[in-house]
Nanobody, 118 residues
Framework: QVQLVESGGGLVQAGDSLRLSCAAS????????MGWFRKAPGKEREFVAA????????FYPDSMKGRFTISTDNAKNAVYLQINSLKPEDTAVYSC???????????WGQGTQVTVSS
């Protein structure tokens, strides 16, 4: 099964941008539906974006449209999340996940912390 490792988080200032990475091993991302989620302290896990690496199709909930961009590099077997104009409320642990077909997300990375100061 696929293993996922996120990176790219850190402490940034409001208005900054970050590009989070999710490196996969043990499987090809093109066989999965990939997603980014975030979990802020005291809040429920929130869906950020999804991508189907096999054809590049993407999906964002309305709340995430505009500042978030998900992408994949099949040659590197990696998925990315670009976040622009970061806000303090974006502070959370961001995790990538993989799902098979229409199933729920089964494989998860350890997460990378994004902290946005005001």
């Amino acid at each position: 099964q696929v293993q996922l490792v996120e990176s790219g988080g850190g402490l940034v200032q409001a208005g900054d941008s970050l590009r989070l990475s999710c490196a996969a091993s043990g499987g090809s991302l093109r066989t999965y539906r990939m997603g980014w989620f975030r979990k802020a302290p005291g809040k429920e896990r929130e869906f950020v974006a999804a991508i189907w690496p096999s054809d590049g199709s993407v999906f964002y909930p309305d709340s995430m449209k505009g500042r978030f961009t998900i992408s994949t590099d099949n040659a590197k077997n990696a998925v990315y999340l670009q976040i622009n104009s970061l806000k303090p409320e974006d502070t959370a642990v961001y995790s990538c996940a993989a799902a098979r077909g229409v199933q729920r997300y089964e494989y998860w990375g350890q997460g990378t912390q994004v902290t946005v100061s005001s």
